[in-house]
């Protein structure tokens, strides 16, 4: 284990920084959680659009909720139960109770770690909440509209937001490897949670119409994320070369 630990930590400082501020700025800004956020509503509007093909009751007038109405409510209380399981368990309990230092507070190796902007986190790192969060998102809007371009861009936004961690040196990659795993656990158990409750009310049979994912999403829409993403990214390069003096 203490071979493990020393590897871990190793593998950090390699992955730890850089000498170039621009990267720096991009960095800091992609692990901005605001930054995300026109992506979260990207997937809003991609759930929204889709409503009326991918809600329909199993018996008419099962509830006094309309069936658009029901299967977003379901939809967003799974993210709200994903939001709970994958990062506040993880902040409130589990950081607390292993009490692994981040890498920015460790007494062998946070003298050795390229800090920027005097940003370090927490005092505990273990597990990392920006890989579990961002991987049960991942995971269960994957299973839930089941495009291949949606998909990609998901894994993507995850592991962009693992690398930034540690390039900021305030999570170890173990730290980030148990957080995806811990996160793809939530994200499929939510997942089947929805599918289960939604089940009790709601058609759970897929579609095989042209133009539509095996769930009911158009593709036309869906493609709306990984656009979104890939300015996300635009606008992190853009506004690194901007505050690119500011950063040391």
Request: glycine share 8%; aromatic share 12%.
């Amino acid at each position: 284990m203490e071979e493990l630990i020393q590897f871990d930590k190793q593998l950090l400082l390699m992955l730890n920084g850089s000498d170039s501020t621009f990267l720096d700025g991009v960095v800091l800004t992609l692990t901005n959680a605001l930054t995300w956020l026109p992506l979260y509503l990207s997937l809003l509007y991609v759930v929204v659009k889709n409503l009326n093909q991918t809600s329909n009751f199993k018996k008419p007038q099962a509830l006094s909720l309309k069936p658009q109405t029901l299967n977003l409510l379901l939809i967003l209380a799974s993210a709200g139960l994903l939001v709970l399981l994958a990062g506040t368990v993880d902040d409130e309990i589990v950081k607390p109770l292993v009490a692994r230092w981040r890498p920015t507070h460790d007494p062998e190796i946070g003298s050795l770690v390229d800090v920027v902007n005097d940003y370090r986190g927490g005092r505990y790192g273990f597990f990392s909440a920006h890989a579990s969060n961002t991987f049960s998102i991942a995971v269960f809007f994957s299973l839930l509209i089941r495009a291949r371009s949606l998909t990609i861009a998901m894994m993507i936004y995850s592991l962009t937001n693992c690398w930034t961690r540690m390039y900021l040196g305030v999570h170890f990659p173990g730290d980030i490897t148990v957080g995806l795993i811990w996160g793809a656990i939530v994200g499929f158990s939510v997942y089947m949670l929805y599918r289960h409750v939604r089940g009790r009310w709601l058609d759970n049979s897929g579609i095989t119409a042209e133009g539509f994912t095996s769930t009911g999403y158009e593709y036309r829409t869906v493609y709306v994320v990984p656009i979104v993403l890939t300015l996300t990214f635009v606008y992190a390069f853009v506004r690194a070369w901007l505050i690119m003096d500011g950063i040391h």
